[in-house]
């Protein structure tokens, strides 16, 4: 029987999955930007967070069969459609293209979350609370910063998103930012309360 699952369940099951404390951190942040990015298109923000808390929880017990074997145990436990095609869609395979926005979202957000969290871990004080429009926009053209990081992946996601690469870093920076304490990445900014 199909159950409709929650963001909690599904923050659950991710950590079940995973012990990398890097890998959490990174559908943390996937799903932070997805719910910012479903707020601005007026879309449900708890299925479009599931979908980035989701997205890699399958790849350290199954890293050669990603996301498939994820996105199989995801609609066996009753997770909607839509999330599931989402997840396909973030590992680029021309068999399943992105055709809802959600999908799209999740494709743009995936690696510009990792080269975020790189430029903060390069800052003395490691906190995003600093890191400004100019300054990522530096790392993302060095192309030796965070060499893993695929931008073409990164300028497509906004394209199909239908938005600048401008407008894009600018949007999920200033998602992070307010997530920063969550994320790990307030630094020595820590805010107490």
Request: charged share 30%; net charge negative; aromatic share 8%.
């Amino acid at each position: 029987m199909a159950i409709y699952m929650t963001y909690p369940d599904a923050l659950r099951l991710m950590q079940s999955w995973t012990s990398s404390e890097s890998l959490r951190r990174h559908m943390l942040a996937v799903a932070v930007a997805m719910r910012a990015y479903a707020r601005k298109y007026g879309e449900e923000e708890e299925k479009w967070a599931m979908a980035g808390i989701l997205h890699d929880f399958d790849y350290e017990k199954a890293p050669e069969t990603h996301p498939h074997k994820g996105v199989e145990i995801l609609r066996q436990m009753g997770y909607p459609e839509d999330v599931l095609e989402a997840i396909m869609g973030h590992a680029d395979d021309p068999q399943y293209p992105r055709r809802t926005r959600m999908a799209q979202a999740l494709y743009a957000v995936d690696e510009l979350t990792g080269l975020i969290t790189a430029a903060v871990y390069v800052r003395p004080d490691k906190s995003i609370h600093g890191l400004e429009l100019p300054s990522l926009q530096k790392k993302f053209k060095d192309k030796a910063f965070a060499a893993r990081v695929d931008r073409q992946g990164i300028v497509q996601g906004a394209r199909e998103l239908g938005v600048s690469l401008e407008e894009h870093l600018q949007f999920v920076l200033e998602a992070m930012k307010a997530e920063a304490e969550a994320l790990g990445l307030a630094g020595s900014e820590r805010r107490e309360g």
